[in-house]
């Protein structure tokens, strides 16, 4: 059964910073391009971001690129997203989860998520 873990969501102004960790368990981790997902109020799912399963490619969505960095820890089977330059529309629930093909996917569930709130 696979589970995903997100946190270090927060309240943090504009133009801050904040780490995101995603600790999977219950798959082969190291196998799998994975992402982080976000949705804010009202809105659909949206792909920020992905890594390959190595770790050498990262590809981000115009909205976040040049802010936000993805990274891996193969074994500590956790994703990372730093994200810098926060700005209010960066407001969501963020999530991990697998990327097939470059389009969302996932391991047939979904965590909790982590609440980002960036305000003044």
């Known amino acids: 059964q696979v589970q995903l873990v997100e946190s270090g969501g927060g309240l943090v102004q504009p133009g801050g910073s904040l780490r995101l960790s995603c600790k999977v368990s219950?798959?082969?981790?190291?196998?799998?391009?994975v992402g982080w997902y976000r949705q804010a109020p009202g809105k659909g799912r949206e792909l920020v971001a992905h890594?390959?399963?190595?770790?050498?490619?990262?590809t981000y969505a115009d909205s976040v690129k040049g802010r936000f960095t993805i990274s891996r820890d193969n074994p500590k089977m956790t994703v990372y997203l730093q994200m810098n330059s926060l700005k209010p529309d960066d407001t969501a629930v963020y999530y991990c989860?697998?990327?097939?093909?470059?389009?969302?996917?996932?391991?047939?569930?979904w965590g909790q998520g982590t609440q980002v709130t960036v305000s003044s």
């Open positions: 890594i390959t399963s190595g770790g050498g490619s990262t």
């Open positions: 219950g798959v082969s981790f190291s196998l799998y391009v």
């Open positions: 989860n697998k990327v097939v093909g470059g389009a969302p996917a996932d391991f047939g569930s």
